[in-house]
């Protein structure tokens, strides 16, 4: 069974700063889809980027990029120029692109941004 | 705001009880999908929808059932509800039926007492 592992349960970072989040998935498939999704406060669940398995190079989306490390089976997510309202739970998900299979969440990583 | 409304946003119940939770999508998209986000179970997936049928069965107890009407709303049924019930219950949509993007709506909080 796939499984989605964050280590960092919590982290935290300067307003205006860098930081990266975690994440590693096991799998033995190799035609997959990877996401981060956020949840603020309010507790929606927001879609922040997506990256296809087959495709070498990284997701970006404005301030939030990937790196794809498909030997390592690894899919970290790093925020630049971090605001306040980054503020949030982020969770890793993977979606295997066969048949109907499931979206397996990470249990998350709770970011802390201070002012 | 990801185009998929659900219905209601809070719900507070008591044990034995039987509640539905309403999901419409975004326009367009064909498939609905049903997660539960508990505390220490975190996202689970329920149920996949996809134009009327039901496609993909995840952790849905035999108490909770699910449909998608002609007109691609979703109702979830969840009864004899048990304290351990109580969660977020997220409705997500997706054009197609094979799990590309899926979009997420703002969930339903139920509380059972």
């Known amino acids: 069974a796939q499984t989605v592992t964050q280590s960092q349960p919590e982290m935290s970072v300067q307003e205006a700063e860098t930081v990266t989040l975690s994440c590693t998935y096991d799998t033995s498939e190799s035609d997959y889809y990877l996401f981060w999704y956020k949840q603020p406060p309010s507790r929606q669940m927001i879609l922040v980027i997506r990256q296809e398995a087959y495709k070498q190079q990284n997701a970006t989306e404005n301030r939030f990029s990937v790196n794809f490390q498909k030997a390592a089976k690894s899919f970290s997510l790093k925020i630049s120029d971090s605001q306040l309202g980054d503020a949030a739970m982020y969770f890793c998900?993977?979606?295997?692109?066969?048949?109907?299979?499931?979206?397996?969440f990470g249990k998350g990583t709770r970011l802390s941004v201070i002012a | 705001d990801s185009g998929v409304t659900q219905t209601p946003k809070h719900l507070i119940t008591a044990t034995g009880q039987r509640v539905t939770l309403r999901c419409s999508p975004r326009?367009?998209?064909?498939?609905v999908y049903w997660y539960q986000q508990s505390l220490d179970q975190g996202l689970q997936f329920l149920i996949q929808y996809y134009n009327g049928e039901e496609r993909a069965k995840g952790n849905i107890l035999e108490r909770f059932s699910a449909q998608q009407f002609p007109d691609l709303h979703s109702e979830l049924n969840l009864s004899s509800l048990e304290l351990g019930d109580s969660a977020l219950y997220f409705c997500?949509?997706?054009?197609?039926?094979?799990?590309?993007?899926?979009?997420f709506g703002p969930g339903t909080r139920l509380l059972v007492l």
């Open positions: 326009s367009g998209d064909l498939s």
């Open positions: 997500a949509s997706s054009r197609g039926s094979l799990w590309e993007t899926q979009y």
């Open positions: 998900a993977y979606r295997a692109n066969s048949g109907n299979t499931p979206l397996v």
